[in-house]
């Protein structure tokens, strides 16, 4: 029982110190070879300041980054399910923050 005790001390302490990854993105109906913004401004970190942005569009398409703003454009229709996971100056690691993404021709 000590390790469930220890495991659960742990979370409740990480969990109120990890990064929180947000993003909005615009436009809202995105188009086929229309770029889209994806603005990730509201994440930040409890502790220190976010270092790195990293990006999973749902096409294959990826992106490690200190930019908290970036663009991509989706080459086909379909239905997308954007990730975004946030690095802080600590080395800790947000938890994935998804966006389902609609692409309309």
Request: hydrophobic share 40%; proline share 6%; charged share 10%.
């Given at each position: ?8 001390m742990l979370t409740l302490v990480l969990s109120t110190t ?56 989706y080459t086909a229709t379909g239905h997308y399910t954007v ?23």
């Amino acid at each position: 029982t000590w390790i469930v005790s220890w495991t659960l001390m742990l979370t409740l302490v990480l969990s109120t110190t990890m990064p929180k990854a947000v993003f909005t993105y615009s436009p809202s109906d995105p188009k086929v070879n229309q770029t889209v913004e994806f603005n990730a401004t509201a994440s930040y970190a409890v502790r220190g300041d976010i270092s790195w942005y990293s990006w999973n569009f749902g096409d294959n398409q990826g992106l490690v980054t200190s930019d908290p703003t970036v663009n991509h454009t989706y080459t086909a229709t379909g239905h997308y399910t954007v990730l975004l996971s946030v690095t802080d100056s600590h080395g800790l690691i947000s938890s994935p923050y998804s966006v389902p993404i609609e692409v309309v021709a």
